[in-house]
């Protein structure tokens, strides 16, 4: 094996992602070792047979914690602590972890008596492992990351995303926040299109015992190539209405776009039989949204 400085962990959840920034640096990447034991203990090793050649070495990690048909999120957050504590006993010089998405960072707040600010919770467990560079993108709540003492960057996406849509010819560009939480970053979003390019947001409601959706809106929409945004598309439901709601106010396209596409259960039947013209990811998750890649704009954070 090369004598290199830096050596690259591909993790289990990020194997298209993590190739692509080590070839992007020109390092040596390592691929894992992974399983379910029957009693449902997860399992998972370096998938090296002599150890020192990582010895006093920087190691970058790769590895989303998004769930897949594989796995579930706890699984990949398991997965990223035992890839950290395989290096961290073998002896390296510096331990770099990149995050692509993060599970749980929408349980960043309180909103019903008796809950769990679990973000927070699982940002000082990765603190307590001592890495020294933690690396994320569009993370839901920014504010989270002072739960870490180490340098912590949260990546932004949306020039990727923009310019891929930008790539299909989009043209007379309006862009819709799928709600008022999501409308600063629709608004940073649409700079990217112009300065010029209008904001409009819908309303919605979430009952937050049963996360049931209404949305409503009466937008001027006719003949506009429409770009709803989000940070994370999980079942869809969110995505449908708007699209929906875009659609019957006249939208000519409708581009569902955002960062981490998780696309679970129906959310792909949904989002496409609410009239999205197209649907679009990084890969952040490994899946066939994932049409932008974050590789290079993560390499130009590392080098």
Do not use: W
């Not at 080590?22 to 002599?50: Q, S, W």
């Not at 989303?64 to 997965?79: C, H, K, L, V, W």
């Not at 609410?274 to 890649?293: H, L």
């Amino acid at each position: 094996m090369t004598s290199s400085e830096k050596f690259l962990i591909v993790g289990p959840a990020s194997q298209l992602l993590g190739v692509k920034i080590a070839n992007g640096l020109g390092i040596p990447c390592i691929n894992t070792e992974f399983k379910t034991f029957p009693d449902g203990e997860n399992y998972l090793r370096l998938n090296i047979e002599d150890e020192t050649v990582l010895e006093d070495k920087e190691i970058i990690i790769v590895q989303s914690t998004g769930p897949s048909t594989t796995r579930d999120q706890n699984a990949r957050i398991f997965e990223l602590f035992m890839m950290i504590d395989a290096v961290k006993r073998i002896g390296v010089s510096k331990i770099i972890a990149i995050i692509p998405y993060m599970a749980y960072a929408r349980q960043d707040k309180i909103f019903r008596p008796g809950e769990s600010e679990f973000a927070k919770v699982i940002l000082r467990i990765i603190n307590s492992m001592e890495i020294d560079e933690l690396y994320v993108v569009d993370i839901h709540a920014p504010n989270t990351l002072e739960e870490l003492t180490c340098k912590a960057v949260n990546i932004d996406s949306m020039k990727l995303l923009a310019d891929y849509i930008k790539s299909l010819g989009a043209t007379d560009i309006v862009v819709i926040s799928p709600d008022k939480g999501a409308l600063k970053r629709s608004k940073a979003f649409a700079k990217h299109f112009g300065e010029d390019v209008p904001v409009d947001v819908f309303e919605k409601k979430r009952d937050v015992k049963t996360g049931e959706i209404t949305m409503s809106g009466q937008l001027s929409l006719k003949n506009k190539d429409v770009v709803i945004a989000d940070d994370i598309i999980a079942t869809g439901g969110t995505m449908a209405s708007a699209i929906k709601i875009a659609k019957e106010n006249g939208a000519k396209k409708v581009y569902a776009t955002a960062t981490h596409a998780l696309m679970l259960e129906n959310a792909k039947y949904r989002i496409l039989k609410a009239g999205a013209d197209e649907i679009i990811g990084t890969d952040s998750i490994d899946n066939e949204i994932s049409k932008v890649s974050l590789a290079t704009i993560i390499i130009d954070y590392l080098q």
